[in-house]
């Protein structure tokens, strides 16, 4: 009898699963994956208990008569790790979905077969190249170069496929070399099979079309959580919140400029300077450095020099925001004037000596309750009466020691890492969400959370070699810029003659020997400008050349990029990518901005290949535009050839090409982007409007490539000083000088 209502039992349930187009869902829990088979549309649903939704409306696909064709007529039937699905039309197959807790594998009876799915891929779960964990290597700790609060061994990675190239991103892009989706929020990769492609959704730019090759018995789909921390070797991971902060700051800082010289004078100067000059172009960040304190007696607050700062600090950061800027200020707030301080106050080494910090100050126990109720909240409360909204904190050797000696800590039951913690949540609390901090790494990462920037190199100086620390940073940490605080190389340094503190450091023999060339400026400021990274200049910005300040202006402000290639190169010399693509999906279209860098000391020629280096589609031709020309390139079906002289850069605007007037450019932006708020291409009108936000008083240009069939009828620019030319080559070229409002621009095209 039992057994034949465990028969009747088994065969209702089987007529429940295998049926076919009658409006019922299915539902399973596997694996901590969510399951939704929708019978009656035929399409299944994924979602993880930690990511949500990972794919929607998956329909099964194959090759038949030649055609991709949608499978249909399901039959269901569930598994022990997840299910089958048979089809017979057009075509009969059967589909076994295997489904664990990190994996899923898909295989198919049917030939050529298919999944096509929509994926979330907003700006927080967006496409990545990830690092093979087989294949990161570690750095030589004798051969380490900086010092950076991170560990003495720090990961890199060079990937086999296209290794010369670093890839951003600006907006929402998709790109055939690229098959994982990386999300911010749970440090977790998804990555799919290597044949995978991506397709933004036209309507909706926050998903993508997914198309998955069925392969039997590969991967269709692997989870990697905890990809920063397991995989890159990072000691904690806290994604950066960026509500208040889209981009990394934009200003200037007076220690590479003026070093320990620096007077209130120089900072009232350059406030005047940037609030007149610079500001209307990005820069609002102005940061006084180290100088207004005594180097014996670090007292912060309380110890500026009368003489080189007579009005003291409050008035200083007040005339900087009465300039419209936000007034930046560094400290190292972990250490203290041994002589003015209770000696108790202070961490000791195992011989019991203070540990000083080469700052002049000694070593703070922040695991002592009164440093922390008569030294730490007091500071902050004051500095932020003050005014000051920028803050950089030199670590000095403070993490190291900490992480050392945190053995001889008053409360032994704290670590350095609660120690970090504590302190930055009081100065959160005090501060605000708001206010900006400049930070460094630590060995424990308890700083990550807190911070927004974080200084990840050495100090830079004058001349190519010592820039090394900047563009090493560049190479090593973009992978961390806009996902867990804004990666900070330093500031730029462009001069190419010495400022007063140059000389009066007398650091080399022959001065004029050691400053950057043009074109070493221009590598520098490209790959900065590209790079989305915090930008503060280092120079005397009163005295710098006009060139080098041309560099400066057309490459700021920061812009919201975010890294593609999810892994440091480390910063060895060798390993710089020798291509910067910045791939752009903005108003002002989608194209490829690519940054190409010769690091010999010798001029070469460079050939650019538009599908292996760039992961473009082969069978397109593009146009090419010359940022730092403003002339056109060429259009080319397959790759260009570029000369670089010796440390230089070229920077190319790359967009298909249309057989319609298209915008390829201006001269404003590095980008390409910024600026350009409004851009309709009207084809059965054959018009092109837009509109700019540009400098006042400073010639904008606008660039768009024509084909020869075009002619242009009429250009209508609300702005003063308006001139066109169309070049040979199909350029045209549309200039006026820039306005206070943004300005409206059309512009009619006929046919010949």
């Known amino acids: 009898m039992k057994k034949l209502i465990y028969s009747a039992m088994f065969l209702f349930l089987g007529l429940i699963i295998n049926c076919c187009s009658n409006g019922q869902n299915k539902q399973y829990s596997i694996n901590g994956w969510n399951i939704d088979i929708d019978l009656k549309n035929e399409k299944i649903s994924l979602s993880n208990k930690d990511l949500e939704t990972v794919l929607d409306t998956i329909q099964l696909q194959a090759i038949h008569e030649g055609v991709i064709t949608r499978l249909t007529n399901w039959q269901l039937k569930k ?60 750095s030589d700790p004798s051969k380490r170069s900086d ?20 890839y951003l991103s600006l907006g929402a892009i998709d790109s055939p070399n690229l098959h994982s989706l990386f999300d911010k929020q749970t440090n977790t990769v998804i990555q799919f099979s290597s044949a995978t492609k991506f397709k933004r959704l036209p309507e909706d730019q926050s998903f993508v079309q997914v198309t998955i090759p069925v ?53 009232v100067e350059h406030a005047d300077y940037i609030a007149n000059n610079l500001k209307s172009f990005g820069m ?26 007579p009005h003291r600090p409050e008035w200083l950061a007040k005339y900087i925001k009465s300039k419209g800027l936000i007034p930046g200020l560094w400290t190292v707030p972990y250490c203290y004037s041994v002589k003015d301080a ?38 902050w409360k ?154 503060l200049s280092g120079d005397d910005l009163l005295t710098l050349e006009k060139d080098r300040l041309n560099l400066i202006k057309k490459t700021i402000p920061t812009m919201p990029v975010f890294p593609v290639d999810l892994f440091g190169r480390g910063r060895d010399y060798s390993r710089y990518p020798e291509i910067v693509d910045l791939k752009v999906n903005q108003i002002s279209g989608v194209y490829d901005v690519i940054a190409v860098t010769n690091w010999q000391n010798i001029p070469v020629s460079r050939s650019v290949s538009f599908e292996k280096d760039l992961a473009l589609d082969a069978n397109q031709n ?18 260009f050839e570029c000369e670089i002289p010796a440390h230089g850069t070229r920077v190319f605007f790359i967009h298909k090409q249309t057989d319609k007037p298209q915008l390829i450019g201006t001269n404003r932006h590095i980008s390409g982007a910024f600026g350009i708020t409004k851009y309709v291409c009207d084809e059965s009108q054959m018009t092109l409007n837009g509109i700019s936000e540009t400098v006042p008083g400073v010639k904008y240009s606008l660039y768009y490539s024509v084909p020869k069939e075009f002619l242009i009828d009429k250009t209508d620019v609300d702005a003063k000083n308006v001139t066109q030319k169309l070049h040979n080559d199909g350029l045209l070229e549309v200039s006026f000088t820039g306005q206070e409002k943004p300005v409206s621009w059309k512009l009619n095209f006929t046919k010949k």
């Not at 048979?86 to 295989?107: A, C, L």
């Not at 890159?232 to 208040?244: E, S």
């Not at 180097?295 to 009368?306: A, C, E, F, I, P």
């Not at 973009?478 to 996902?483: G, L, P, V």
Request: glycine share 8%.
């Open 342 to 379: 209770n000696p108790d106050w202070f961490l000791r080494d195992d011989e019991g000596k203070i540990l000083m910090d080469y700052q002049g100050g000694g070593e703070l126990d922040f695991s002592r309750k009164d440093v922390i109720q008569d030294y730490w909240i007091p500071l």
């Open 215 to 267: 392969e039997n018995e590969k991967d269709f789909l692997n989870l990697i959580p905890h990809y920063y921390t397991k995989v890159l070797g990072m000691p904690n991971y806290v994604p950066y919140d960026d509500t208040y902060h889209k981009t990394a700051p934009t200003g200037w800082n007076s220690w590479l400029a003026f070093f320990r010289q620096v007077t209130e004078k120089d900072i």
């Open 284 to 309: 609002v960040h102005c940061q006084l450095d180290d100088g207004y304190d005594h180097v014996g007696r670090r007292l912060w607050v309380k110890n500026w020099d009368s003489i080189t700062f």
């Open 622 to 639: 593009y146009v090419v535009f010359d940022f730092w020309k403003e002339q056109m390139t060429g259009q080319f079906n397959d790759k």
């Open 79 to 138: 598994t022990k790790d997840g299910f089958i699905i048979r089809t017979n039309n057009p075509i009969n197959s059967s589909w076994n979905f295997k489904i664990s807790e990190k994996r899923i594998v898909v295989s198919s009876s049917a030939e050529a077969s298919y999944l096509t799915a929509i994926a979330p891929a907003p700006l927080n779960r967006f496409p990545a190249r990830i690092a093979d964990p087989a294949n990161i290597l570690a």
């Open 147 to 166: 010092y950076t609060g991170v560990n003495e061994v720090e990961k890199y990675y060079v990937p086999l496929e296209n290794p010369n190239v670093m």
């Open 382 to 535: 004051e500095f932020k009466r003050q005014g000051w909204e920028y803050y950089k904190f030199d670590m000095g050797n403070t993490s190291f020691m900490w992480h050392t000696y945190q053995h001889n800590f008053h409360d032994t039951t704290i670590s350095s890492y609660e120690v970090a913690r504590r302190t930055m949540k009081i100065w959160r609390e005090i501060m605000g969400p708001e206010v900006w901090h400049t930070n460094h790494p630590d060995v424990d990462g308890g700083r990550m959370g807190y911070i927004d920037v974080a200084g990840c190199g050495r100090d830079p100086d004058i001349g190519w070699k010592s820039m090394q620390s900047f563009l090493g940073v560049i190479s090593n940490n973009a992978y961390q810029n806009h996902i867990v605080w804004y990666s900070d190389p330093d500031c730029i340094l462009l001069r190419g003659k010495p400022t007063r503190a140059d000389f009066g450091r007398q650091r080399i023999d022959n001065i004029m020997g050691d400053f950057l060339t043009l074109e070493e400026a221009r590598t520098c400021a490209s790959l900065l400008g590209l790079s989305g990274m915090q930008y």
